[in-house]
């Protein structure tokens, strides 16, 4: 690929964040946590970033958004707004896995193995681990007993993630902030072949349409 400028999107938690690094390097962002209200926030701080940088959306080469796992709402605003910003501007939307961005940045080197973990709530938490910078599980989801397991059978790792306290690490390692820099990186990385972005959901929304349908 040619040096062309890339927006990451990441809205699965409580955070609205986007970056955008041009071709020279640079890179801009935006982050502000706001609990919900996505979708009113996210196109106004992307305008605003593109604007910031100077670079025109029609000058995009990727977009990579955030895929989840994280909140329904905001996993599916995020990777809504990239598929429809890729559609209108040119660019190539990606899907980024949340736990693959947060793995990087906790072993940028690819160095070590590190079990990113989500908080999904209700006592449940999901993981994938990953091996020097490569994933060595699937998604898996379970309880602490079931994800304290998992550290027993990988020896040495490090925790990441919104899960890592349920697991008995330290909280203030660990920056709640999501993982831009990790995801611009996957985002350029990913294959030219790669699919447009789906959500990737923990369990089924609990809202539901007339008749039981989720949406």
């Known amino acids: 690929m040619g040096a062309r400028p890339i927006l ?3 809205t699965t938690g409580p955070w609205c964040a986007a970056a955008l690094r041009r071709a020279d390097g640079e890179v801009f962002t935006r982050a502000e946590e706001i609990g919900r209200g996505h ?19 029609n000058a995009l080469q990727r977009i990579a958004v955030a895929a989840g ?14 598929r429809g910003l890729a559609l209108a501007s040119g660019a190539r939307a990606v899907g980024v896995s949340s736990l693959a961005a947060i793995a990087r940045r906790a072993d940028p080197d690819g160095d070590h193995t590190v079990l990113a973990v989500h908080d999904a709530k209700r006592g449940e938490l999901v993981w994938t681990v990953f091996a020097n ?9 379970g309880d602490v007993d079931a994800a304290t397991a998992v550290l ?3 020896g040495e790792i490090r925790l990441a993630g919104s899960g890592a306290a349920a697991l008995g690490a330290d909280p203030a ?4 902030a999501p ?7 996957l985002g350029e990385a990913a294959p030219a072949d790669a699919p447009p972005p789906a959500p990737v959901y923990v369990r089924p929304p609990d809202a539901r349409l007339p008749g039981g349908v989720a949406p």
């Open 8 to 10: 990451a999107i990441d």
């Open 39 to 57: 979708a009113e926030h996210l196109a106004p701080m992307v305008a605003d970033l593109l604007d910031a940088a100077g670079v025109a959306p």
């Open 69 to 82: 796992p994280g909140s329904f709402a905001g996993t599916r605003v995020g990777v809504a707004f990239a």
């Open 133 to 141: 910078g490569a994933p060595v599980t699937g998604l898996e989801r």
């Open 152 to 154: 027993a059978e990988f």
């Open 173 to 176: 390692h660990f920056d709640p």
């Open 179 to 185: 993982p831009l820099d990790a995801l611009l990186d």
